[in-house]
């Protein structure tokens, strides 16, 4: 059996409790060594095999995973934040349909979750956004076209950049370029909920020189939208005094809206 486990944004007790207890259990760890927390692997029970994915290749790992399959061990391929977001799993899980190998996941908190409690921040305010773009630029992978930056700025939506804060300047450019505002503000969170994680709030036209001035180059989200600013909004209908729900009467009896 496979398990697929989501190690959360990086502190350590940031692990669902069924995660921790797939550690726990194991017979072997594969751990995506440059993201996960190396402090989770103190869950792992004595004995455990641990290997960290960064050295190896899909063939490697998964010949891990089939040498332990043939011996009836249990192994927990631990990836960083959710493993459904850049996490390179499909690929694993094909070779796992292909073999008849059982496997299941377990969710993780995404580093996206963790930016934003990192900056006490709502991504959906009402009467300024009510949707998240989670999104890269192209590196090494590519990014439909329809989905470039480009287009996706389109919406105003508020935009979380995986990946890409190895090119500040090259986003900047590209979101400036598509008509976003110089003012619009971002938020650069490294290493969200790690000992050493920073994070800094600028405008558009600073993302880069801010980026630059602190060093970050990798391991950080880019946050782009009107949200960021966390003023401005709406109050929310649903905890509004007037406003009657399923569960509560209001002041005024207005119960359809929800
Ligand atoms: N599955 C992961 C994302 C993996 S892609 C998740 O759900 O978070 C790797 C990228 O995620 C990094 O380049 C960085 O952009 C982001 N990332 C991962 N952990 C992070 C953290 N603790 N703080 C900020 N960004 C992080």
Known sequence: MVHFVGAGPGAKDLITLRGKELLEKADIIIYAGSLVNPEL?????????????KELNLNEVMDIILKAEEAGKTTVRLHTGDPSLY??????MDILDERKISYDLTPGVSSFCGAAAALNMEYTLPGISQSVIIT????????????????LAKHGATMVF???SFDTKGLS???LASG????MPC????????????????????LHETAEKNNIHKTALIIVGEAVAQAGYEKSRLYAPDFS???RTGTQNNAKEK
């Open 173 to 175: 450019e590209r979101l």
């Open 136 to 151: 890269r630029m192209e590196g090494r992978t590519s990014v439909p076209e329809r989905e470039s930056v480009e287009e």
């Open 245 to 247: 729900t399923e569960y």
């Open 162 to 164: 995986f990946l890409s």
């Open 187 to 206: 938020a650069i969170v490294y290493k969200a909920t790690w000992q050493d994680e920073k994070k800094f709030i600028c405008a558009l036209k600073d």
């Open 87 to 92: 996490g390179a799993i499909r690929e694993q």
């Open 41 to 53: 692997l103190s869950f792992a029970r004595e004995g455990c095999e641990i290997y960290d994915s």
């Open 180 to 183: 976003v505002s110089p003012q």
